[in-house]
């Protein structure tokens, strides 16, 4: 068991997804992704709150007993036999005729379970590019619309980057799934939430870390010159934690090694999350 659609725990390869679905016809709903460590679920409170904003935010009415839905993940994750896991959730608009406009029908929701490896480069860092960010104006929605987040990871991933840096108006944004942030004299800064970013969960936990741990935390935007300058650079997300970036197109950051409080931080953040 590895997979669970509208009431039904199933393996992640059954065909169960009709066709007339708003999910994959037009990318109508809204998604988590959530990681388990050591059979305990990261923040778990957190994430549904934004699963429950992003569907607010799209008009699409999710069950309102939360509880509900955190039982069938955890029965799942239990299903499963893992325990240490990424768990994806998505709720779409539901199954209906294909038409733009809003189906009367109930939100479909469904879920996968897969096991996640620490990723090597955590240790050592890894490289990013500036791309444009050509997102819509709603980027605090985690909508399944990721085109223009798909297109650029790949286009980074194929000049040897992990990520692409979106560039709006001069600013960075954030990466394609992930948050940014640089160090600048001892203090993290990092592009304040807005509608153009995603409110990260992983970016609430680094907050709360520099916090108790006396590092300036500063939520200001910044420039791709102002990284390029930076002491030392990080991106998080759910899977790839804190992430030390090192290179940034042909810049090399900190000397290319990883930096003392992006050090600090991993640090701290594996003692929040075993
Ligand atoms: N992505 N910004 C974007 C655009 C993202 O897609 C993500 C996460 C983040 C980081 O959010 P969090 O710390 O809550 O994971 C920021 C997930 C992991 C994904 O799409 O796979």
């Given amino acids: 068991i590895s997979a669970y659609f509208n009431g039904k725990f199933v393996d992640a390869n059954d065909p169960v997804i009709p066709i007339d679905e708003r999910g994959h016809q037009f990318g109508d709903g809204v998604y988590e992704v959530i990681r388990i460590y050591n059979g305990k679920p990261f923040m778990l409170e957190e994430h549904v709150d934004r699963l429950y904003q992003s569907a607010y935010a799209i008009k699409l009415q999710i069950d309102p007993d939360c509880g509900a839905l955190k039982n069938t993940m955890l029965e799942l994750i239990r299903e499963s036999g893992l325990i240490n896991l990424d768990l994806y959730v998505q709720v779409t608009r539901g199954m209906a005729s294909r038409n733009h406009l809003f189906p009367d029908c109930p939100v479909s929701v469904s879920m996968t379970v897969k096991p996640f490896r620490t990723i090597k480069i955590g240790e050592k860092g890894a490289g990013v590019t500036f791309l444009p ?86 939520e200001k935007q910044f420039t791709p010159d102002e990284m390029i300058q930076a002491d030392e650079i990080f991106i998080t997300s759910t899977t790839m934690e804190i992430m030390p970036i090192v290179r940034v197109e042909d810049h090399e950051i900190n000397g290319g090694e990883v930096g003392t409080i992006t050090r600090t931080l991993q640090e701290q953040f594996k003692e929040r999350i075993f």
């Fill in 133 to 218: 960010d050509e997102r819509w104006q709603n980027c605090f929605i985690k909508s399944l619309n990721l085109l223009p987040n798909i297109l650029a990871k790949q286009s980074a991933y194929e000049k040897g980057f992990l990520e692409a840096v979106l560039v709006r108006d001069g600013k960075v944004t954030e990466g394609t799934s992930s948050n940014v942030y640089i160090v600048k004299n001892s203090s993290i800064i990092t592009t304040p939430l807005s509608k153009h970013i995603l409110s990260g969960i992983t970016r609430m936990a680094v907050k709360g870390i520099a916090i108790e741990n006396g590092i300036p935390f500063i």
